[in-house]
């Protein structure tokens, strides 16, 4: 709950990838794919921190190797807070070897509050005419389908029970919604989804530059502990995972999340608030 995800976020198929003629193997961490980079998640090392009058800095280098993936990997990630409520992610790699870099940010959302229970009464809306579809074990196939006439459709905003326990292929593979959405072309970072909650008011504004996002239901959140003595089960949250496509380095139609060899990659999502 609230990770940070690196080296690649989301999944990549049979758990390796060629990059300049060279084959990489990672850990299979969810059946026979990689999910969320590997040992160690980028959630769980120690970082550098800095501390600004309202951000915070977390520094480190990802070694070459780690979690199966070549180059050192410098990783910087600042959190600021605004006097907007916004809450701002700012992403900056540079790696010394040609390497992929996918990374993302996994808090759960419930805007009715942490002991509301289901979130499934709450409004989604997502700035996508598409999404990737993907298999029974949550790898894009390369296709990218139309949300038209779909239980997918977010363009207009609707509960997320609305539709959730359909009888369509991506809910029954997903055991409800955990896609990858392909957004609308954007100029830098843009609004790309909302959430809203009527019984609080409170309604958040997803932003990036990045061309994906994964919608996640909280499908197979298990008894979790939380604050106030409280325990998380199935859908009592909901993820807005900014991203490359899944799996986007063995796909040749999807635009891969690969950084050059001294080259700089910077990325930012921000969560904006409202009452």
């Known amino acids: 709950f609230g990770a940070f995800i690196g ?131 949550s790898i894009p196939t390369g296709e990218i389908v139309s949300v038209d006439g779909t239980p997918m459709d977010f363009r207009v905003p609707k509960t997320i029970g609305r539709d959730i326990e359909e009888d369509y292929e991506a809910l029954n593979f997903g055991n409800g919604y955990d896609h990858n959405w392909v957004l609308k072309p954007r100029d830098g970072v843009g609004k ?23 919608l996640y239901s909280g499908n197979f959140i298990e008894n979790e502990k939380g604050k106030d003595g409280q325990t998380y089960t199935k859908r009592t949250g909901i993820c807005f995972e900014t991203q490359f496509f899944p799996n986007s380095i063995n796909v040749k139609s999807f635009t891969p999340c690969v950084i050059k060899a001294g080259e700089t990659f910077e990325s930012e999502t921000m969560y904006k608030f409202s009452f």
């Open 192 to 214: 790309v989804a909302t959430l809203y909650s009527d019984k609080t008011g409170i309604e958040m504004e997803v932003y990036t530059d990045l061309p994906g996002m994964q």
């Open 7 to 137: 080296r690649h976020g989301n999944r990549i198929g049979d758990a390796k990838f060629e990059l300049d003629g060279v084959t990489y193997e990672l850990e299979k961490n969810d059946g026979k794919n990689n999910l969320h980079g590997g040992t160690p998640g980028y959630h769980q090392v120690m970082y550098q921190a800095a501390v600004g009058d309202n951000s915070v800095t977390f520094t480190r280098v990802s070694p070459d190797g780690e979690q199966g993936y070549p180059g050192n990997l410098d990783v910087s990630l600042t959190y600021t807070l605004t006097d907007d409520n916004e809450l701002k992610l700012h992403y900056v790699t540079k790696s010394d070897k040609n390497t992929l870099c996918n990374l993302t940010n996994h808090s759960y959302f419930n805007l009715s509050g942490h002991k509301s229970g289901s979130v499934l009464d709450q409004e989604v809306w997502i700035d996508a005419d598409a999404y990737t579809r993907a298999d029974a074990t």
